[in-house]
T-cell receptor, first 117, second 112 residues
């Protein structure tokens, strides 16, 4: 069981460069999420998706874009990287919503460590 | 708005019990989760409790929920060096099927 797979695992960028982080899940989950983790700040939600073709902003969306063209994939894009975007990025997925209040824990990938110089 | 709070650090001796605490503000939460993050790794679901329960035990782990005080705790019995990690508390809320509210994480430090 692969679960949630993130690529790449590490990346170093120069300020102003662009890149795309890929997240793939094989659990047929409807919901997918991108978080960033910074020391002492826990997890902050960047964007999320409640289904194929839909995306929504989370707590810290500025400077990022996302796409969910296929149910199993959720892409996070940085159009013009800035040093403030140096962080560890986590993708997660969870089962949907046709059962309100159903137990729906999120399943995480191993993270992408991104440094912007 | 909703908020989940945890202490940032906890230091315990190997073999002792660890108790990691979490407080939350949303009284309509349904499930409360504990996740473990080992160094350089992603978050793993450790255990969870439904809001109509007050205790759940799973081997060395005991989760206690006090709904009146909105307090959640995770007790790890016989703490081992392999328990060194950051532990995150998270709650699901009834008006959202998808969103979890996260604490900042408690780093558990094991002293020999």
């Amino acid at each position: 069981n692969a679960g949630v797979t993130q690529t790449p695992k590490f990346r170093v960028l120069k300020t102003g460069q662009s890149m795309t982080l890929l997240c793939a899940q094989d659990m047929n989950h409807e919901y997918m999420y991108w978080y960033r983790q910074d020391p002492g700040m826990g997890l902050r939600l960047i964007h999320y998706s409640v289904g194929e073709g839909t995306t929504a902003k989370g707590e810290v969306p500025d400077g990022y874009n996302v796409s969910r063209l296929k149910k199993q994939n959720f892409l996070l894009g940085l159009e013009s990287a800035a040093p403030s975007q140096t962080s560890v990025y986590f993708c997660a997925s969870s089962y949907s919503g046709d059962k309100p209040h159903h137990n729906q824990p999120q399943h995480f990938g191993d993270g992408t460590r991104l440094s912007i110089l | 708005g909703e908020d989940v709070e945890q202490s940032l650090f906890l230091s315990v001796r190997e073999g002792d019990s660890s108790v990691i605490n979490c407080t939350y503000t949303d009284s309509s939460s349904t499930y409360l989760y504990w996740y473990k993050q080992e160094p350089g790794a992603g978050l793993q679901l450790l255990t969870y409790i439904f809001s109509n329960m007050d205790m759940k035990q799973d081997q060395r782990l005991t989760v206690l929920l006090n709904k009146k005080d909105k307090h959640l705790s995770l007790r790890i019995a016989d703490t081992q060096t392999g328990d060194s990690a950051i532990y995150f508390c998270a709650e699901s809320i009834t008006d959202s099927n998808y969103q979890l509210i996260w604490g900042a994480g408690t780093k558990l430090i094991i002293k020999p």
